[in-house]
C-alpha cells in the first residue's frame, strides 16, 4: 500500500488566479500518481495523471509537478474559474496496487 | 449511460443488519475496486481485484466480504451493520491494475445504519 497526505485541506482562491495542492507520499516504489475531481453529489473523475518517469505533464489549465526525490507531487491550476470549484483528491499507486487517496482539498473559487 | 452500475444508490439498514452492495461494470475492465467515502476518511481503499482474484485488501474487518460471481461482478457484503459503517461506499474499475490507467468509479451507494 501506499499512505499519501495532502495540503491544504481548504483552499480558497480568486477566479483567475492559480491554485496548488501539494502531496507526499511514503512508498518511493510508486509509479502512478493521478488526480481526481469531486464535485458534490457526484463521483471522482480523473483529471490528470502522471508517471514515475515524468516530472512535469500539462493539460490545459492543468500542471502536475513530480519530485521523486523529495516523494512530492502536486497539482497546479492555472486561471481558476468559478466552475473548478470542487473536491480534488491526490493518489498514489505502488506497482499494480490499487491507489490510496490523500484527505482531499475543498477548493473554492470566489467570482 | 453509466458504465458502472450500483445498487441500491440509496440504503438504510438497522444495526447488527445485513446488506449486499451491488456492482456491475460494462467497460470491458479486468480489475475493479471498492473504496469507502465518509466524512471521517474521505476515499478510504477498501478491496481490489484482478480477473475474479483478490489483489489488495485494506480493510481490517471480516464484516466486508467482496463477492464476484462474474468478472463484470464486484459485490460487496457487510454484515453486522454498525453505524460507523454510515458511508458512500463507490465501486470502481480500470482496465488491468490500476497503474496502467484510470479508475472509472460508480454512482456510489450511499448507506446509513442506524
Known amino acids: 500500500g501506499e499512505q499519501v497526505e495532502q495540503l491544504p485541506s481548504i483552499l480558497r482562491v480568486q477566479e483567475r488566479s492559480s491554485a496548488s495542492i501539494n502531496c507526499t507520499y511514503e512508498n518511493s516504489a510508486s509509479n502512478y500518481f493521478p488526480w481526481y475531481k469531486q464535485e458534490p453529489g457526484e463521483n471522482p473523475k480523473l483529471i490528470i495523471d502522471?508517471?514515475?518517469?515524468?516530472e512535469r505533464k500539462q493539460i490545459q489549465g492543468l500542471i502536475v509537478l513530480l519530485d521523486k526525490k523529495a516523494k512530492r507531487f502536486s497539482l497546479h491550476i492555472t486561471d481558476t474559474q468559478p466552475a473548478d470549484s470542487a473536491m480534488y483528491f491526490c493518489a498514489a499507486s505502488v506497482n499494480n496496487n490499487a491507489p490510496r487517496f490523500g484527505a482531499g482539498t475543498k477548493l473554492t473559487v470566489k467570482p | 449511460d453509466p458504465k458502472i452500475i450500483q445498487k441500491p444508490k440509496y440504503l438504510v439498514a438497522v444495526t447488527g443488519s445485513e446488506k449486499i452492495l451491488i456492482c456491475e461494470q460494462y467497460l470491458g475492465h479486468n480489475a475493479m475496486y471498492w473504496y469507502r467515502q465518509s466524512a471521517k476518511k474521505p476515499l478510504e481503499f477498501m478491496f481490489s481485484?484482478?480477473?475474479?482474484?483478490?489483489?489488495d485488501n485494506q480493510t481490517a474487518s471480516s464484516r466486508f466480504q467482496p463477492q464476484s460471481s462474474k468478472k463484470n461482478h464486484l459485490d460487496l457484503q457487510i454484515t453486522a451493520l454498525k453505524p460507523d459503517d454510515s458511508a458512500t461506499y463507490f465501486c470502481?474499475?480500470?482496465?488491468?491494475?490500476?497503474?496502467?490507467?484510470?479508475?472509472?468509479f460508480g454512482e456510489g451507494s450511499k448507506l446509513t445504519v442506524l
Open positions: 470502481a474499475s480500470s482496465l488491468q491494475g490500476a497503474d496502467t490507467g484510470q479508475l472509472y
Open positions: 502522471i508517471r514515475s518517469n515524468m
Open positions: 481485484y484482478s480477473y475474479q482474484k483478490l489483489m
